[in-house]
């Protein structure tokens, strides 16, 4: 039997991801890469009322820019066929029985039951009809939804972050599992997809937890074995308020448009609410070798904007060139690796790289040379002939010192002005060569080049 773990994210397309959601997707991705397992992605859309085609699409989209391309892609609107099969299986099995009380009637027997001092769970009363009673219900036109009768019994399982955890099903109510318009609940498509998907770990927030003792019960009752799960924190705004894909909250296409890098998101969403400690990585797979579920917090972790646009910052400073040749060609931005290299660690946003594109590219309009005019003059006749490779810098100024007798800033700033019309910015040396001999001696004559 393989041991190669499958996982899975499957979210709802009812709005945009958030960074939550991205923190769930990575979780599973992530570990699926590292331990060379499956990774799927399963757009939950059996809500036909509020999933969308154009939220799908946005999904894919954002899983793709979060670097996570699933290995398999799934639809529960194309399963509805498996679910049916599982229904009939569980209802001639006896785990599935019909009920009709009405939301008003639940509430009456909840309070009932809250009087009598017994927790506000549901009676089972649906379990006591009869058949002519059921006759009269359905004869009254009341349609029966259906619900899963739960064993009562106390559950385990080893939760890869929380530990051991326990549930009484004795506590809980039966859920329901197909409603009167006979649509289905998540409960029972995600169970049946885990099951026939051969889904090893399921990796979800928190709010999730509730939910396990009952699915473990179902996936039990239609012959399958219970998968590893694994419960992580939520992440909130700075303001403590949880995070919502139907208000989009810190949505990743809202971020991406704002600049931010995709690597950046990823190392925030992954890191935050850990022990370990927040830092740049320069690709996915040094990030996937942090993950550690145990290591996740138990209380839910503030995810702060402005921490993220620190860490862009920082991570573009680390990206190897063959990470974004395409998006610097799209940006207009020539210069290859050597202009990259150049430019990296001044930049606040990618985007910013055309900014310096242009300075090396050119034309330039010259600042005014006020004194520094003899000086400039007698630099650019000191340019070195070409061809010019990553010396020429230090041979330029190596003959420029003595002749000019200047040093320091004296030295080193008109020539940067004077070369890219801007106080500060990348290290000449870098730039030097990029610029070329014919554009630089034309600036440093203060022509526009
Ligand atoms: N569609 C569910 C959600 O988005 C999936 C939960 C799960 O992973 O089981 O919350």
Redesign the pocket.
């Known amino acids: 039997m393989s041991t190669r773990p499958v996982l899975r994210f ?3 397309p009812t709005g945009l991801l958030h960074v939550g959601n991205a923190r769930t997707a990575l979780y599973n991705a992530l570990y699926a890469r590292r331990e060379g397992g499956t990774f799927i992605l399963r757009y ?1 859309d059996t809500d036909t009322a509020r999933s969308t085609q154009a939220f799908a699409e946005a999904i894919a989209r954002d899983v793709a820019w979060l670097g996570i391309p699933p290995d398999r892609v799934e639809r529960q609107s194309d399963r509805l066929a498996r679910y049916d099969a599982a229904v009939e299986r569980l209802k001639a099995e006896g785990r599935l029985y019909p009920a009709y009380e009405t939301e008003e009637e639940l509430e009456t027997g909840r309070l009932s039951r809250r009087r009598r001092g017994l927790p506000p769970i549901y009676d089972r009363g649906a379990l006591d009809l009869s058949d002519a009673e059921r006759a009269r219900l359905e004869g009254e036109g009341r349609r029966p939804y259906w619900r899963f009768r739960l064993d009562g019994r106390k559950l385990a399982w080893a939760d890869l972050v929380r530990g051991e955890q326990a549930v009484d099903t004795a506590t809980l109510s039966d859920p329901v599992l197909v409603r009167a318009d006979g649509s289905y609940l ?1 409960t029972l498509t ?1 169970v049946v997809d885990d099951i026939e998907m051969g889904v090893t770990h ?1 990796v ?1 927030g928190e709010d ?1 937890v509730t939910n396990t003792g009952v699915q473990i019960e179902i996936i039990e009752a239609l012959g399958g074995t219970p998968p590893v799960f694994g419960h992580h924190n939520l992440l909130t705004l700075p303001s403590g308020e949880g995070l919502s894909k139907r208000l989009g909250h810190l949505s990743l296409a809202a971020l991406r448009k704002e600049g931010e890098e995709a690597l950046a998101v990823a190392a925030l969403a992954v890191l935050t609410g850990t022990s370990l400690a927040v830092e740049p990585v320069s690709d996915l797979d040094t990030l996937a070798a942090r993950i550690d579920f145990a290591k996740i917090s138990r209380a839910p972790a503030r995810f702060d904007p402005a921490e993220l646009s620190a860490l862009t910052t920082a991570t573009l400073h680390h990206l190897p060139f063959a990470t974004v040749e395409e998006r610097l060609a799209q940006h207009g931005v020539g210069g290859g690796e050597p202009f990259w290299l150049a430019v990296r660690g001044n930049l606040g946003r990618l985007g910013d790289a055309a900014h310096w594109w242009k300075v090396v590219e050119g034309p330039i309009a010259p600042p005014p040379q006020g004194e520094d005019a003899a000086f400039l003059a007698q630099a650019a006749e000191r340019l070195p002939p070409e061809p010019w490779d990553g010396e020429v810098y230090t041979a330029w100024l190596n003959a420029l010192k003595p002749a000019s007798g200047r040093k320091g800033r004296a030295l080193f700033h008109p020539l940067r002005l004077a070369l890219t019309g801007a106080e500060s910015g990348p290290e000449l040396k870098a730039l030097l060569p990029l610029i070329g001999r014919e554009k630089a001696e034309a600036r440093l004559k203060g022509e526009p080049a």
């Open positions: 499957a979210p709802s939950d998540y995600s399921v979800r999730h």
